[in-house]
C-alpha cells in the first residue's frame, strides 16, 4: 500500500552538530480513505552494515497541527517535495500540452500551500515562532519556484508566442537544480539552529504590569513575555549611526522610544514585509541594546546579540562587538543630561533598563584575555580613569565613560561612582579649554590664565555669574604681559593659592561654547552629578535594593508589589536641576580656575610642560611668561632691522620673534573694504591690493589690533615699503631727503595693519621705516635696530609730529605728490 515518492539516498551525511534530518515521503496508494491511524511505520537507519537508529510512528503521525513551527515546515518540505516532484518528470523529455498544463497547476498548488505560511510570517502582529526560519525557507522555494515556472514557459512558447530562448544546456541545469534535495541555506541553517535552541529554553516569566509596560513593542503588538513565547526577543532601535576611525561609534540617535521584536523588526526592515506601520517607518533603523525585562527573556536575547552587533557595526567580534552597547548607552545619558527630549519619568526608566541590560550582557560576556569578563575590564578601566589623570585623554566619549557609573551601581559604593563621576567632569573641564586655546597663540594663552588667576578677596560672588553672560568690554585693562611675571609673582604672596577670574564672564563663555563631541557640556554637569548622587542614596536607603540595584528592577519587571518602591526609584533617576551660573557647574572654583590656568600654561615655555600643585599655577604663569619675554627680545635682537635688508631670521622662527599680526577690530568692515578693493583693482598686484586695503579700511574709521605688546609681525612691512619706493621712483617723484622720507613713513603708516592707537608702537615704528627707506636711498646704514615694536631702543623720531594725513597727501589713496582732484584716482593705485 505504502510507496516511496522519492529513492532513498545510499548515505546520508551528518551536519556540524553531529545531528541529521531528513524527510521520507510515502504514498498511500489504497483506495479510500487512509488506513486505521492506529497503524505503525517502522524506520531503521544503518550505519556500515549494522542499525544505528531506529523509530516507531504512527499513521496518525501524519495529522499535524499548523499552527506550531514543525506544522509551518513540514508544509514547506511538502512544497519543496512537489516542486522535486515536477522538476524530475520534466527531465529529458518535451511534455504535451496536456502536461504542461497539468504541471502549471501543480505550480500554482505549490504556491497556495506556501501562501498561508508566507501571509503568517509576514503579519507583525501575529504569534508565530521560528519566523525568520520561515521567510527564509518561503524566500527559498519562491526562486526554485520562479525558475522552474520560467522553464515550463519555454516549452509553451509554440502555444503562446513566447519568445524566451534559455536553451537545452540551461534547461537542464534548472530542472538538475531544482530535482535535487539541497541542503539550508546558510542564513536558514543558523536561524533553523537559533530556533531549535530557543524552543528548548524554560518559559520566560510572567510580567508585571508595570513590565507589560515599558517592554510594550507597538510594531508587533506584544510584550516581552509573548516575544520569548515566540522565541523572539526584543532591542532598542537607533538610527543615523556613525563611527570613529577606530570603529566606536561617534553619533547616534534613539529611534521610536519603544523596543521592537529582532524577527519583526528583521523583516519589516529587509522590506518582506509591511515597510511602515502605525505610522513608524523603521527601514532605516537598526537594533541596537537588548531589552532585559526577565533572566527567560535574556536568554533569548542573547540568541540575537551576535546578528544585531554584527549588522550594527558590519562585523561581530566577541569581546570588542559588545562594547558599542556601552557607547549606545552613553549617547542615551548624552540626550538625557541634555534634556533632548525632555526628562520624562519614561525616558528615565528606559536609561536605567538599558543600563542594567548591558550590565548582564557584559557579566555574560568572556574578555578578550578570556581570563574575566567584560564587565571587569569596564570597571578596571572606569577605575584607572578615576586614579590616573594623565590617562584620561585616550577616552574618547567622556559619556561613555560616564555611562559606567550607571553600570556600577550593583557593584561599586556610591563614594565610588561618585568619584568616577567627578573625574568625568574635571576631564570635560579641561577639554572645555583645550578646545577653547586651539590654535591660539602663545601669548593669548598668557592673556587668559592671566584673567583666571586674578587676586581673590575671599568673596565668591563672582559664582553668581550666569552662564549666559559675556566678558565686559575692558576685561583686559591693566595686561601687560611684559609685567604678569612680577605680578603673578606678587599676587601668590599675598594670596597663595587663592583665585578670582577678573571678568567672570570670561569662564562662563568658556563653559558654554559648543564642546566636541564626547565632552560633556557644562549645563550637564550637575544633572550628571545629581543623577548619580540620587541613585546611589536610593540603593543605600531603599530596604528592597539591599540586594543591588538590578535585582529590584528584575522584580519589580515581574512582581506587582514593589509600586512604593517602584515611584522611588522613577524620582531617583529625575534630577530636577539646571545649571544656569557658575555656581552650578563649578564643583570647586578654586581648583578649576587653577585646572584652567594651567591649561592654558601648557605649550608656553620650550620646555615639555608639567602641571604644578594648585597653589604654584601662579609662579609657572610667571616663569614661562618671562622666559617668553626673555626669548622673543633675544631673538628680535638677534634679527634686527637693518636698512632694506629683511631680518636675517630662519622663516620657522618668524612668530617665535614676533607673534602674531594684528587683526580688524571691525572684521565686517574689513572684509566689506577688501571685497571692494579688491573687486576694483584686479589687475594690481596682490601686495598693492592688500595695502590699498588697509589704508581705505583705517580711512573709513577702521583700526587693527594686536593680542598683546609681545605681538608686532607686521605683513609686507619691507615688500609694501619697496613698492611704494618704486611707484615714487617710476613717477620721477624724490625719494631722497628729510621731507620725502617724513612722507613715505606717513604713508606707510596708513598702509600697514599695526595698532595706531599705541604711542610707543607709533615711534618705533616710524624709527624702522625711515631706515627701511634710507636703505632703499643708499644712505649710510646707522645703529641696527630691534626687530620688534615693543622694544625701546632710544631712538629720536626724525620723521616730525605731523600726522600720517598730513605726510600722505589729501587723495583718498593719494602718495603725497600732486592731487589731481582728489579721490580714489590719486597716487599709488594708477600704477
Not at 46 to 70: P, W, Y
Not at 425 to 448: C, D, G, N
Not at 756 to 782: H, M, S, T
Amino acid at each position: 500500500r505504502l510507496a516511496l515518492l522519492e529513492e532513498l539516498p545510499d548515505t546520508i551525511q551528518l551536519d556540524s552538530l553531529g545531528k541529521f534530518e531528513y524527510e521520507i515521503w510515502l504514498q498511500d496508494k489504497a483506495e479510500g480513505s487512509m488506513a486505521s491511524n492506529e497503524e505503525e511505520i517502522t524506520v531503521l537507519v544503518e550505519a556500515n552494515g549494522a542499525v544505528a537508529a531506529s523509530g516507531v510512528a504512527l499513521m496518525s503521525s501524519s495529522d499535524v497541527a499548523c499552527t506550531e513551527l514543525q506544522g509551518w515546515l513540514l508544509i514547506l518540505d511538502a512544497g519543496e517535495m512537489q516542486l522535486r516532484q515536477i522538476a524530475l518528470e520534466l527531465r529529458g523529455r518535451r511534455p504535451s500540452a496536456t502536461e504542461l498544463s497539468l504541471l502549471r497547476e501543480r505550480l500554482v498548488g505549490v504556491q497556495s500551500l506556501l501562501q498561508p505560511v508566507m501571509d503568517k510570517a509576514s503579519d507583525p502582529n501575529a504569534r508565530v515562532s521560528g519566523r525568520a526560519l520561515l521567510l527564509s525557507r518561503v524566500e527559498e522555494l519562491e526562486t526554485r519556484r520562479n525558475r522552474l515556472s520560467y522553464t515550463l514557459g519555454h516549452f509553451e512558447q509554440e502555444d503562446h508566442g513566447d519568445t524566451r530562448k534559455i536553451g537545452a544546456v540551461g534547461i537542464d541545469a534548472v530542472l538538475r537544480d531544482v530535482s535535487q534535495r539541497v541542503p539550508l541555506s546558510r542564513d536558514a541553517s543558523r536561524y533553523s539552529r537559533r530556533a531549535e535552541l530557543a524552543s528548548a529554553m524554560r518559559s520566560a516569566e510572567n510580567l508585571s504590569k508595570y513590565g507589560r509596560e515599558v517592554t510594550f513593542d507597538p510594531v508587533s503588538d506584544c510584550n516581552a513575555k509573548q516575544a520569548a513565547d515566540q522565541g523572539d526577543a526584543l532591542f532598542y532601535c537607533v538610527s543615523d549611526v556613525k563611527f570613529s576611525t577606530d570603529g566606536r561609534i561617534s553619533a547616534v540617535s534613539d529611534y521610536l522610544g519603544a523596543p521592537v521584536a529582532h524577527d519583526v523588526f528583521a523583516m519589516l526592515s529587509s522590506k518582506r514585509g509591511i515597510s511602515s506601520i502605525q505610522h513608524v517607518d523603521i527601514t532605516e533603523a537598526k537594533l541596537g541594546i537588548p531589552v532585559y525585562a526577565s533572566a527567560g527573556h535574556f536568554e533569548r536575547a542573547r540568541l540575537f546579540i551576535p546578528d544585531v552587533l554584527g549588522k550594527l557595526s558590519g562585523n561581530y567580534s566577541s569581546g570588542r562587538s559588545e562594547r558599542l552597547l556601552l557607547d549606545l548607552l552613553g549617547h542615551s545619558l548624552s540626550e538625557f543630561l541634555g534634556g533632548v527630549k525632555g526628562r520624562s519619568r519614561e525616558l528615565s526608566m528606559t536609561l536605567i533598563h538599558k543600563a542594567r541590560s548591558i550590565y548582564a550582557v557584559f557579566k555574560s560576556t568572556p574578555s578578550l584575555s578570556g581570563l574575566k569578563s567584560l564587565l571587569d575590564d569596564v570597571l578596571t578601566e572606569a577605575n584607572t580613569f578615576i586614579e590616573q589623570a594623565e590617562t584620561r585623554k585616550s577616552t574618547e566619549s567622556l559619556y561613555s565613560m560616564a555611562a559606567v557609573g550607571l553600570l556600577a551601581q550593583q557593584d561599586w559604593p556610591p563614594s565610588d561612582i561618585a568619584r568616577l563621576g567627578d573625574a568625568v567632569i574635571e576631564e570635560s573641564t579641561r577639554r572645555a579649554i583645550e578646545h577653547r586655546l586651539a590654535a591660539k597663540s602663545k601669548t593669548v594663552r598668557i592673556q587668559l590664565a592671566w584673567a583666571f588667576l586674578g587676586s581673590s578677596d575671599g568673596s565668591s560672588d563672582w559664582l553668581d555669574c550666569s552662564l549666559d553672560k559675556n566678558e565686559g568690554a575692558n576685561w583686559m585693562a591693566g595686561f601687560d604681559v611684559i609685567r604678569v611675571g612680577s605680578e603673578m609673582e606678587a599676587l601668590e604672596q599675598s594670596s597663595p593659592g587663592e583665585y578670582c577670574p577678573r571678568d567672570p564672564g570670561i569662564l562662563s563663555r568658556v563653559l558654554r561654547s559648543p564642546l566636541p563631541q564626547g565632552v560633556l557640556q557644562a549645563k550637564e554637569w550637575r544633572v550628571l552629578r545629581t543623577l548619580l548622587a540620587q541613585l546611589g542614596t536610593f540603593v543605600g536607603t531603599e530596604k528592597n535594593a539591599t540586594a543591588g540595584l538590578w535585582d529590584f528592577l528584575d522584580r519589580i519587571m515581574v512582581s506587582d508589589a514593589e509600586e512604593y518602591s517602584l515611584e522611588r526609584i522613577q524620582a531617583a533617576m529625575q534630577p530636577s536641576v539646571e545649571a544656569s551660573t557658575l555656581k552650578d557647574v563649578l564643583h570647586d572654583p578654586s581648583a578649576a580656575l587653577s585646572m584652567f590656568a594651567t591649561e592654558c600654561i601648557k605649550g608656553i615655555s620650550s620646555e615639555k610642560s608639567r602641571e604644578e600643585p594648585c597653589g604654584q599655577v601662579r609662579l609657572e604663569l610667571a616663569s614661562v611668561t618671562k622666559s617668553l619675554v626673555e626669548e622673543r627680545e633675544k631673538l628680535a635682537r638677534e634679527a634686527p632691522i637693518v636698512g632694506a635688508s629683511y631680518p636675517s631670521l630662519h622663516p620657522w622662527k618668524h612668530k617665535k620673534a614676533w607673534g602674531t599680526e594684528a587683526q580688524p577690530v571691525n572684521q565686517a568692515l574689513y572684509d566689506k573694504v577688501r571685497r571692494a578693493t579688491h573687486r576694483e583693482k584686479w589687475d594690481k598686484p596682490i601686495t598693492i591690493r592688500e595695502a590699498l586695503t588697509v589704508k581705505r579700511y583705517r580711512k573709513r574709521g577702521g583700526v587693527f589690533e594686536f593680542p598683546t605688546r609681545l605681538d608686532t609681525f607686521i605683513p609686507g612691512l619691507h615688500r609694501r615699503t619697496m613698492d611704494l619706493y618704486d611707484a615714487w621712483k617710476s613717477r620721477g617723484r624724490q625719494t631722497e631727503g628729510v621731507e620725502s622720507r617724513r612722507g613715505a613713513v606717513a604713508e606707510m603708516l596708513l598702509r600697514l595693519p599695526w595698532d595706531d592707537r599705541d604711542e610707543r608702537a607709533r615711534g618705533k615704528l616710524k624709527a624702522i621705516l625711515g631706515a627701511i627707506w634710507d636703505g632703499l636711498n643708499g644712505v649710510p646704514l646707522g645703529e641696527p635696530l630691534s626687530s620688534a615694536l615693543w622694544i625701546d631702543d632710544d631712538v629720536e623720531d626724525e620723521s616730525g609730529g605731523e600726522s600720517e594725513d598730513e605726510c600722505a597727501g589729501s587723495g583718498g589713496d593719494g602718495d603725497g605728490g600732486r592731487d589731481r582732484g582728489g579721490g580714489e584716482g590719486d597716487g599709488w593705485d594708477v600704477l
